[in-house]
């Protein structure tokens, strides 16, 4: 019985994974089809059920190295080649090699930045996201193909625009810009009543123009980086927007000092054996 639940895998939380799976190849079929504002609301419903994916592990005690594995292999779908995609044949297929250029650098980005964050496991500051996340990067380009399919506008007649947002968004994703991460929140303490007011007044407006605010959400949430960066920092300088990071080169050294200890045996342990 025990060989049998080794070889099995937790059907709840990779259920969520698939679904989240299946919306963003669902968005590449509806762009091919043309139906770009399906494609841009499937992109979305990924974010939420690669949200509810981990959530759901960690609750239910159901975290897996299968399950970790498989909920990259997704996100490099759903946010990784849908976006890329999404925002190809909407807006850039007229710029020709420019225009696929631009969507490969967002899919480079989009590996990359997984590829970052899996190695950093048990690393990295849990209280911030070093670049961009993935899905929030997603959600800025899938949300300009929304916004400009809700107005009317031909994709074509802004190339540009679409190639310098989904390229940008693909540079940050493999920068070193910090982005909060609201892990930090007590989800499970207690509020004032006008929180619950103030709750329901975001979901009013989201629900007036979701298209608009939600892109106006996630491109200020793409410039926060940026703009921390450039105010906490006295002097900046290259380290500080790309390349290594000074704190993860720390940790890897100190590791490398203390290689023939059974702690650094551990903190190695713990990076090949990664949780969702």
Known sequence: MSQSKRKGIYLLPNLLTTAGLFSGFFAVVSSMNGRFEAAAVAIFVAMIFDGLDGRVARMTNTQSDFGAEYDSMADMVSFGMAPALVAYNWGLSELGK??????????????????????????????????????ASAALVSGLVWVGVEYGANGNDYGWLVAIVTSAAGLLMVSNFKY???????????????????????????????????????????LAGPVNTFRTVDKMTLDDVVGDHEEADADFKDNEDDVESPSADVNADEKEHKTS
């Open 98 to 135: 420019l225009g696929w250029l631009a969507a490969f650098i967002y899919v480079a980005g989009a590996a990359l930045r997984l590829a970052r964050f899996n190695t950093q496991v048990g690393i990295a500051d849990k209280r911030f996201f070093q670049g961009l996340a993935s899905p």
């Open 180 to 222: 909060n991460s609201f892990k930090e929140v007590n989800w499970h303490g207690k509020v004032p009543f006008v929180a619950l007011l103030i709750i329901l007044m975001v979901f009013v407006i989201v629900a007036t123009e979701p298209a608009l605010v939600l892109f106006i959400v996630f491109a200020l949430y793409a």
